[in-house]
């Protein structure tokens, strides 16, 4: 976890102290196809991968899988808004790949922020990317149409298709599978 004590040496906290505490936080492995969380579960914990691809969906009351994004540069993972406000998990969310994770409890993680001001700089952090994240994604399906949303998809994941499988995709954007197909025959005759 040499990335995760370089992040916490980043935030000024003095590198001996950052081995330390992360020799002190439980560290699991998670195969491909294995959730970290499930929606309904205790958010007991916020997790930390060096790099990977995460799935986060939604299940609805039809039983229907709903997937809202995919996670692949920004280390952290979990349901932030249950964790913070120490609810069930709202969200389920999926590993593409095995991955080893560093767990966080609610006390280590504020622990950690409240270090110092850096520390609690990175706090605001988090909460914007969450904020914005969300925010991106409720402005692109209302004003986006399906085939600017997989545009932008693909932008930021170029390699997706060969990563995701298709249903998950169309389902991130709001779309069916034969939709998904029909844009991406579009594009295909365009280029």
């Known amino acids: 976890m040499t990335n995760l004590i370089n992040l916490l040496t980043s935030l000024n906290i003095d590198e001996a102290k950052a081995i330390e505490y992360v020799n002190l936080l439980k560290h699991i492995l998670i195969k491909k196809g294995e959730h970290f969380q499930m929606q309904g579960d205790p958010a007991k914990y916020m997790g930390y991968v060096d790099s990977g691809k995460f799935r986060y969906y939604k299940i609805d009351k039809e039983g229907t899988e709903r997937t809202l994004w995919f996670s692949k540069s920004f280390p952290f993972i979990g349901d932030y808004h249950s964790f913070l406000k120490k609810t069930r998990a709202e969200l389920c969310v999926q590993a593409m790949d095995n991955y080893e994770i560093v767990l966080f409890t609610y006390g280590q993680i504020m622990e ?28 692109a399906l209302y004003f986006d149409t399906a085939e600017e949303r997989y545009m932008e998809l693909l932008n930021d994941y170029p390699d997706i298709e060969k990563e995701i499988p298709l249903k998950h995709i169309a389902s991130t954007l709001g779309i069916s599978p034969e939709t998904l197909s029909r844009i991406r025959k579009k594009l295909d005759k365009n280029t």
């Open 112 to 139: 950690l922020l409240d270090m110092n001001t850096d520390t609690q700089k990175f706090r605001a952090t988090l909460a914007e990317r969450s904020m914005f994240g969300w925010r991106g994604i409720a402005l």
